[in-house]
């Protein structure tokens, strides 16, 4: 069972939203309430693939042969709705 979320009233949340950043981070949830009632809540983002630079995907990508034949092109551009 995981820990509930923790809680911060709007002026606490204002006097350490860094140290909420850094809790959110390293994966936490806040809470944060006005009044005593839940009106946000602080979550991390999931992250991006970390790609190390050009090439990072090389052999993982399969290509038709045909990926870049005039007949492909004219229909990716009739999907996007544009003339060949």
């Not at 994966?27 to 309430?33: A, K, N, T, V, Y």
């Not at 090439?55 to 399969?62: Q, V, W």
Request: aromatic share 4%; proline share 5%; no cysteine.
């Amino acid at each position: 069972m995981s820990e509930p979320a923790a809680n911060f009233s709007i002026h606490d949340a204002e006097a350490n939203l860094s140290r909420i950043i850094d809790r959110v981070e390293h994966g936490e949830e806040i809470i944060i309430s006005r009044a005593g009632s839940p009106v946000a809540k602080v979550i991390p983002l999931k992250q991006r693939v970390n790609r190390t630079g050009r090439g990072s995907l090389a052999g993982r990508l399969l290509m038709s042969d045909d990926w870049d034949s005039s007949e492909v092109n004219e229909a990716i551009a009739g999907d996007f709705g544009l003339a060949p």
